[in-house]
């Protein structure tokens, strides 16, 4: 039984802001974790993937996994590795999934799958659901009646959902503030 046990919701008016939401949502992450992330192309997924990566200080660059399907980041700070996923070409749900291992990694690992709605909640009980839309009507730039700015196209409404008990406490709401 999945439970909601914490809400985020967060604007993000740039791809430098949404770097640094990754960067201050690692420290609430640790061994275990599984994250899943939704969104459009070009939504910013991965761009939140490098945030956390920054800020749970692994090795080398993250970039989006999309041909390689997963990248593992080891910690150079003693911390969890970053596993980092992408399920967008992976259409057989966990069966598909499963033979990337992420359960043998979640348990010492962040694992963060990008695509990963339906197809591997079933890993964890506990898990996060970030999902970057595009911010539309009054919550974009100019409001429902002024004019657009240029930088409309990076504006994105992020909603950090918390399943499982391991979330009702851990600081999600926090991240709402700046």
Aim: overall charge negative; proline content about 6%; charged content about 25%.
């Amino acid at each position: 039984m999945s439970t909601t046990g914490a809400l985020a919701h967060i604007t993000v008016k740039s791809p430098e802001q949404m770097q640094e939401l990754g960067r201050r949502l690692a420290p609430l992450l640790r061994p275990g974790d599984l994250v899943l992330l939704t969104g459009e192309l070009g939504a910013g997924k991965t761009t939140l993937t490098r945030g956390l990566g920054e800020g749970l200080g692994v090795r080398g660059a993250v970039t989006s996994p999309t041909f390689v399907i997963a990248r593992v980041h080891p910690s150079l700070t003693g911390g969890p590795a970053l596993v980092h996923a992408d399920a967008y070409r992976l259409g057989g749900g966990l069966d598909e999934m499963e033979d990337l291992d992420l359960d043998v990694s979640l348990p010492e690992s962040v694992v963060v799958v990008e695509w990963g709605e339906g197809k591997v909640e079933e890993l964890s009980e506990d898990r996060l659901h970030v999902v970057i839309g595009r911010a539309v009507g009054a919550d974009a730039p100019g409001g429902l009646h002024g004019h657009p700015e240029d930088e409309v196209d990076d504006v994105r409404e992020v909603t950090i959902t918390g399943h499982g008990p391991r979330w009702a406490d851990a600081g999600l709401p926090e991240l709402e503030t700046c």
